[in-house]
Protein backbone atom coordinates (compact mmCIF):
# COMPACT_ATOMS: atom_id res chain seq x y z
CA UNK A 1 0.00 0.00 0.00
CA UNK A 2 1.64 3.34 -1.22
CA UNK A 3 2.12 6.21 1.48
CA UNK A 4 2.93 9.62 1.27
CA UNK A 5 5.64 12.31 3.04
CA UNK A 6 4.85 14.04 5.89
CA UNK A 7 3.49 17.61 5.06
CA UNK A 8 2.83 20.17 7.78
CA UNK A 9 1.60 23.33 5.33
CA UNK A 10 -1.89 21.79 4.53
CA UNK A 11 -4.21 23.50 6.54
CA UNK A 12 -6.49 20.61 6.13
CA UNK A 13 -3.75 18.38 8.17
CA UNK A 14 -5.24 19.45 11.15
CA UNK A 15 -7.65 16.89 10.74
CA UNK A 16 -5.68 14.38 10.74
CA UNK A 17 -5.13 11.79 14.04
CA UNK A 18 -1.87 10.39 15.17
CA UNK A 19 0.53 10.58 12.32
CA UNK A 20 1.65 7.63 10.40
CA UNK A 21 5.44 7.86 9.46
CA UNK A 22 6.11 6.99 6.20
CA UNK A 23 9.60 5.28 6.51
CA UNK A 24 7.75 3.20 10.03
CA UNK A 25 5.04 2.37 7.89
CA UNK A 26 7.25 0.96 4.29
CA UNK A 27 9.24 -0.98 6.54
CA UNK A 28 5.49 -1.89 8.27
CA UNK A 29 4.62 -2.92 4.70
CA UNK A 30 7.92 -4.65 3.91
CA UNK A 31 7.65 -6.99 6.48
CA UNK A 32 3.97 -7.71 5.76
CA UNK A 33 5.35 -8.87 2.33
CA UNK A 34 5.82 -12.19 2.91
CA UNK A 35 2.34 -13.47 4.40
CA UNK A 36 0.68 -10.10 2.64
CA UNK A 37 -1.72 -12.60 0.54
CA UNK A 38 -2.68 -15.18 3.18
CA UNK A 39 -3.43 -12.84 5.21
CA UNK A 40 -5.32 -10.09 3.38
CA UNK A 41 -6.08 -11.69 0.22
CA UNK A 42 -9.45 -13.69 1.23
CA UNK A 43 -10.74 -10.82 3.37
CA UNK A 44 -10.31 -7.80 0.48
CA UNK A 45 -11.06 -10.24 -2.65
CA UNK A 46 -14.54 -8.96 -3.29
CA UNK A 47 -13.44 -5.10 -2.85
CA UNK A 48 -10.87 -6.24 -5.71
CA UNK A 49 -12.80 -7.63 -8.03
CA UNK A 50 -15.55 -4.75 -8.00
CA UNK A 51 -12.74 -2.12 -7.94
CA UNK A 52 -11.38 -4.05 -11.33
CA UNK A 53 -14.60 -4.13 -12.59
CA UNK A 54 -15.40 -0.54 -11.85
CA UNK A 55 -11.89 0.01 -13.53
CA UNK A 56 -12.52 -1.84 -16.59
CA UNK A 57 -16.09 -0.05 -17.40
CA UNK A 58 -13.96 3.14 -18.02
CA UNK A 59 -11.26 1.13 -19.94
CA UNK A 60 -7.87 2.64 -21.05
CA UNK A 61 -4.73 3.19 -19.32
CA UNK A 62 -5.35 2.62 -15.47
CA UNK A 63 -3.50 3.51 -12.65
CA UNK A 64 -3.16 1.31 -9.58
CA UNK A 65 -1.92 3.10 -5.99
CA UNK A 66 -0.81 0.87 -3.58
CA UNK A 67 -0.72 -2.15 -5.97
CA UNK A 68 1.12 -4.11 -3.12
CA UNK A 69 1.76 -7.79 -3.99
CA UNK A 70 -0.32 -7.53 -6.93
CA UNK A 71 -2.86 -9.60 -5.57
CA UNK A 72 -5.35 -7.55 -7.92
CA UNK A 73 -3.58 -7.66 -11.47
CA UNK A 74 -4.70 -10.71 -13.10
CA UNK A 75 -8.29 -9.14 -12.50
CA UNK A 76 -7.76 -6.17 -14.66
CA UNK A 77 -8.21 -8.89 -17.83
CA UNK A 78 -9.43 -6.39 -20.32
CA UNK A 79 -7.53 -2.90 -19.16
CA UNK A 80 -5.36 -1.37 -22.00
CA UNK A 81 -2.11 -0.92 -19.54
CA UNK A 82 -1.99 -1.14 -16.08
CA UNK A 83 0.60 0.86 -14.11
CA UNK A 84 0.58 0.36 -10.42
CA UNK A 85 3.07 1.63 -7.62
CA UNK A 86 4.02 1.23 -3.91
CA UNK A 87 6.27 2.77 -1.42
CA UNK A 88 7.24 -0.87 -0.45
CA UNK A 89 9.74 -2.24 -2.37
CA UNK A 90 9.16 -5.88 -0.63
CA UNK A 91 5.77 -6.08 -2.12
CA UNK A 92 6.47 -5.17 -5.38
CA UNK A 93 9.26 -7.67 -6.09
CA UNK A 94 6.11 -10.15 -5.50
CA UNK A 95 4.16 -8.52 -7.71
CA UNK A 96 7.10 -8.38 -10.66
CA UNK A 97 7.00 -11.95 -9.81
CA UNK A 98 3.07 -12.48 -9.95
CA UNK A 99 3.26 -10.44 -13.06
CA UNK A 100 5.89 -13.01 -15.01
CA UNK A 101 4.08 -15.85 -13.30
CA UNK A 102 0.83 -15.09 -14.72
CA UNK A 103 2.19 -13.34 -17.98
CA UNK A 104 0.17 -10.53 -17.53
CA UNK A 105 1.66 -8.35 -20.90
CA UNK A 106 -1.00 -5.44 -20.00
CA UNK A 107 0.83 -4.40 -17.33
CA UNK A 108 3.32 -1.32 -18.17
CA UNK A 109 5.40 -0.67 -15.69
CA UNK A 110 6.02 -1.47 -11.78
CA UNK A 111 7.55 1.42 -9.56
CA UNK A 112 8.58 2.54 -6.11
CA UNK A 113 6.50 6.12 -5.97
CA UNK A 114 5.29 7.71 -3.44
CA UNK A 115 1.53 8.33 -3.25
CA UNK A 116 1.34 12.19 -2.10
CA UNK A 117 3.98 13.12 -5.20
CA UNK A 118 3.05 11.21 -8.04
CA UNK A 119 5.78 11.21 -10.90
CA UNK A 120 3.29 11.32 -13.63
CA UNK A 121 2.23 14.28 -15.73
CA UNK A 122 -1.22 15.85 -15.63
CA UNK A 123 -4.15 13.90 -17.02
CA UNK A 124 -1.90 10.78 -17.84
CA UNK A 125 -4.91 8.35 -17.00
CA UNK A 126 -7.90 7.22 -17.70
CA UNK A 127 -8.77 5.49 -14.33
CA UNK A 128 -6.83 6.14 -10.77
CA UNK A 129 -7.37 2.52 -8.77
CA UNK A 130 -6.85 2.99 -4.85
CA UNK A 131 -7.18 -0.05 -3.23
CA UNK A 132 -7.19 0.38 0.94
CA UNK A 133 -4.64 2.88 1.04
CA UNK A 134 -6.10 6.34 1.48
CA UNK A 135 -6.00 4.97 5.06
CA UNK A 136 -2.36 4.05 5.39
CA UNK A 137 -0.69 7.60 3.87
CA UNK A 138 0.72 10.45 6.18
CA UNK A 139 -1.34 12.90 4.24
CA UNK A 140 -4.62 11.64 2.61
CA UNK A 141 -5.91 14.49 1.13
CA UNK A 142 -2.49 15.60 -0.66
CA UNK A 143 -2.65 11.97 -1.93
CA UNK A 144 -6.36 12.71 -3.42
CA UNK A 145 -5.35 15.85 -4.52
CA UNK A 146 -1.99 13.75 -6.96
CA UNK A 147 -5.40 10.71 -7.95
CA UNK A 148 -7.57 13.64 -9.41
CA UNK A 149 -4.27 15.85 -11.20
CA UNK A 150 -3.30 12.42 -13.21
CA UNK A 151 -6.45 11.76 -14.28
CA UNK A 152 -8.11 12.64 -17.49
CA UNK A 153 -11.54 14.51 -17.40
CA UNK A 154 -14.33 12.53 -17.34
CA UNK A 155 -12.08 9.52 -16.38
CA UNK A 156 -13.09 7.84 -12.56
CA UNK A 157 -10.86 7.61 -8.73
CA UNK A 158 -12.05 4.17 -7.62
CA UNK A 159 -11.59 3.66 -3.86
CA UNK A 160 -11.82 0.94 -1.97
CA UNK A 161 -11.72 1.87 1.96
CA UNK A 162 -12.28 1.54 5.48
CA UNK A 163 -14.90 3.91 6.25
CA UNK A 164 -14.87 5.17 10.64
CA UNK A 165 -17.41 5.51 12.55
CA UNK A 166 -18.70 8.65 13.13
CA UNK A 167 -19.80 8.27 16.85
CA UNK A 168 -20.87 5.37 19.42
CA UNK A 169 -18.45 2.53 21.00
CA UNK A 170 -16.93 1.45 17.50
CA UNK A 171 -15.64 5.20 17.24
CA UNK A 172 -14.31 5.12 20.63
CA UNK A 173 -12.74 1.79 19.78
CA UNK A 174 -11.29 3.24 16.76
CA UNK A 175 -9.34 6.09 18.10
CA UNK A 176 -8.22 3.91 21.25
CA UNK A 177 -6.37 1.09 19.04
CA UNK A 178 -4.93 4.43 16.44
CA UNK A 179 -1.40 4.22 18.39
CA UNK A 180 -1.43 0.75 17.59
CA UNK A 181 -2.77 0.37 14.58
CA UNK A 182 -0.30 3.54 13.25
CA UNK A 183 2.75 1.10 14.06
CA UNK A 184 1.33 -1.51 11.62
CA UNK A 185 0.86 0.94 8.82
CA UNK A 186 -2.99 2.36 8.93
CA UNK A 187 -5.92 4.47 10.43
CA UNK A 188 -8.06 2.46 12.19
CA UNK A 189 -10.50 5.82 12.01
CA UNK A 190 -10.98 7.69 8.73
CA UNK A 191 -14.96 9.27 8.27
CA UNK A 192 -17.18 9.32 5.32
CA UNK A 193 -16.70 12.96 6.03
CA UNK A 194 -13.16 12.98 5.11
CA UNK A 195 -14.30 12.07 1.72
CA UNK A 196 -16.87 14.26 1.48
CA UNK A 197 -14.84 17.65 2.86
CA UNK A 198 -12.28 16.84 0.29
CA UNK A 199 -14.48 16.25 -3.06
CA UNK A 200 -16.30 19.17 -2.09
CA UNK A 201 -13.57 20.97 -3.12
CA UNK A 202 -12.17 19.32 -5.52
CA UNK A 203 -12.69 18.85 -8.91
CA UNK A 204 -14.98 15.35 -8.89
CA UNK A 205 -18.36 14.46 -8.18
CA UNK A 206 -18.57 11.12 -6.25
CA UNK A 207 -21.07 9.15 -8.37
CA UNK A 208 -21.45 5.83 -6.34
CA UNK A 209 -20.84 4.92 -2.34
CA UNK A 210 -21.06 0.95 -1.86
CA UNK A 211 -21.01 -1.12 1.16
CA UNK A 212 -18.38 -3.88 0.80
CA UNK A 213 -17.38 -7.31 3.50
CA UNK A 214 -16.45 -7.71 5.98
CA UNK A 215 -19.31 -6.16 8.08
CA UNK A 216 -20.12 -3.47 6.09
CA UNK A 217 -16.97 -1.44 7.66
CA UNK A 218 -15.26 -1.00 3.97
CA UNK A 219 -16.72 0.86 1.29
CA UNK A 220 -16.10 1.29 -2.50
CA UNK A 221 -16.31 4.84 -3.86
CA UNK A 222 -16.65 6.14 -7.20
CA UNK A 223 -15.43 9.76 -7.92
CA UNK A 224 -15.82 11.38 -11.49
CA UNK A 225 -13.46 14.43 -12.58
CA UNK A 226 -15.24 16.56 -13.71
CA UNK A 227 -14.70 18.12 -17.64
CA UNK A 228 -12.56 21.42 -17.80
Given at each position: MALGTQSTGSPRA???GPDLDRDGVAKAYGRWAP???LVFGPVFAQGRTLAAAAAERIGGRVLEVGVGTGLSLPAY???AS??????SAPMLEKARSRVARLGLRNVERLAVMDAEHLDFSDASFDVV???YVVTAVPNPEQALDEFARVLRPGGEIVITTRIGAEGGLRRL???TLMPVTSRLGWRTEFS?????AWAATAPVEV???????PLGHFSLIRLRKRDA
Open positions: ATLVYDRRAIVGIDIVAQIEHWDRYAVERRALP
